[in-house]
């Protein structure tokens, strides 16, 4: 069982536009052919947690309170934490926990609901940097795609030195490359 920040940045590491799009990852030729690999990983997944921006942006896109059943067609029945300090809308049928929790408490009740297998870090980069920071981010998957922004979310807005990384695998996927690091809990 592994904290597991699997994300897809930009070449010069932006999550997302300044106005929190994501559809610039969409705009990769050969974006949706490289989804393949995502079934195995969910497979192993237990439980996901997000940011608000990566919420909103899903739902959005995904037209999800028109169309909740998308929801769990991607997702299944795992339950999805939402980092946020506002009332969000609600995916009618997923199971949503939003939270207002410090990431340590949330991060258990995530780790329990998820059992023998991962949990699913979606997205916020300062997200992923709490978990980081309290030694609770175990890997980071970074699927890198061939465009650059200028600017947007960063990928990790932390200091996170080389002695906290060590690289696990490198792999091409399509014009992507996939980028997997264990990290180290702070000492």
């Known amino acids: 069982m592994a904290t597991i920040y699997n994300t897809a940045t930009s070449l010069d590491g932006f999550l997302a536009t300044p106005d929190h799009s994501l559809q610039w990852l969409f705009d990769v030729p050969g974006a949706d052919d490289?989804?393949?690999?995502?079934?195995?990983?969910?497979?192993?997944v237990g439980a996901l947690a997000m940011g608000s921006?990566?919420?909103?942006?899903?739902?959005?896109?995904?037209?999800?309170?028109?169309?909740?059943?998308?929801?769990?067609?991607?997702?299944?029945?795992?339950?999805c934490w939402v980092f946020?300090?506002?009332?969000?809308?609600?995916?009618?049928?997923?199971?949503?926990?939003?939270?207002?929790?410090?990431?340590?408490?949330?991060?258990?009740?995530?780790?329990?609901?998820?059992?023998?297998?991962?949990?699913?870090?979606?997205?916020?980069?300062?997200?992923?940097?709490?978990?980081?920071?309290?030694?609770l981010l175990d890997r980071v998957t970074v699927t890198i795609a061939p465009v650059t922004l200028g600017a947007g979310a960063p990928l990790l807005p932390r200091d996170i030195r080389s002695d906290r990384l060590t690289l696990r695998s490198v792999e091409r996927r399509g014009p992507f490359a996939e980028l997997t690091y264990d990290v180290a809990a702070p000492a």
């Open 34 to 44: 490289e989804e393949g690999g995502i079934g195995d990983f969910l497979d192993g």
């Open 53 to 79: 921006s990566t919420y909103e942006w899903v739902v959005e896109h995904e037209s999800l309170l028109e169309r909740p059943e998308t929801w769990t067609a991607w997702y299944g029945d795992r339950p």
């Open 84 to 135: 946020t300090t506002r009332d969000l809308p609600v995916v009618v049928g997923a199971d949503i926990r939003f939270t207002r929790a410090p990431v340590e408490q949330a991060h258990a009740e995530m780790v329990a609901a998820a059992g023998d297998r991962d949990v699913w870090l979606m997205g916020g980069g300062d997200l992923a940097g709490q978990l980081a920071d309290r030694g």
